[in-house]
Structures are given as C-alpha cells and as structure tokens.
C-alpha cells in the first residue's frame, strides 16, 4: 500500500511560516508529480502547489510568491514552505502523488491530511 506521510502542520498567527514535508518510498517519488492540495471548511479541494520529478513547478495564483515547494532526492520527501501565511490559507493540507506530468485530478495517492490554522 502506498504511503504518504506528512507532517508539519499547526497553529500560527497570520504573517508567521510553517513547513510541510511529505515522505513516501523511492518508488513513488523517483516517477511521481508530487505537490499539495488543500481543503478549506466549506470548500472543495484545491491544487496548491506541484513540482515535477524534473523539478518543474506550479503554483495556485493564491499561494504565488508565498509558497515554495521542493523536493528532496536523497531523503524521498517533498517540502512546502508557507510564508506570509493568512487567514484564508487556513485548511487541511493533503500531499498528492500522481504518475502524470501535472497534478491535475484525478490523483492516484493521497496523504491522510494535515491541519494548517492561521490566526488572524
């Protein structure tokens, strides 16, 4: 069965940084698009963020030049650095795993979520 381990997610105040990371096996990250998506309450989900195993990336218009996703080779994890976080960032942060060069649903694996709040 395949895992998708996150962590990272809490509590912070609006302005403040928070850092999500994403483990899975070799197998999955060596030929997977990896990214973000997240659901806020009363919203559907939504793609926040990609990145190829080429190292491409995508962002959602929301989370430009606040969010950075990455992705670390040797210890089979993706990152997502959430800086300037707001209010309406509040959600639960899914990792998404897909064979596909974009992240677009449908998506193949799904981490089990973890909750971002951001105080105002």
């Known amino acids: 069965q395949v895992q998708l381990v996150e962590s990272g997610g809490g509590l912070v105040q609006a302005g403040g940084s928070l850092r999500l990371s994403c483990a899975t096996s070799?197998?999955?990250?060596?030929?997977?698009?990896m990214g973000w998506y997240r659901r806020a309450p009363g919203k559907q989900r939504e793609l926040v963020a990609a990145?190829?195993?080429?190292?491409?990336?995508d962002y959602a218009d929301s989370v430009k030049g606040r969010f950075t996703i990455s992705r670390d080779n040797a210890k089979n994890t993706v990152y997502l650095q959430m800086n300037s976080l707001k209010p309406e960032d509040t959600a639960v942060y899914y990792c998404?795993?897909?064979?596909?060069?974009?992240?677009?649903?449908?998506?193949?694996?799904w981490g089990q979520g973890t909750q971002v709040t951001v105080s105002s």
């Open positions: 998404a795993a897909d064979p596909k060069e974009t992240l677009m649903r449908p998506v193949r694996y």
């Open positions: 070799v197998s999955i990250f060596s030929t997977n698009t």
């Open positions: 990145i190829t195993t080429g190292g491409s990336t």
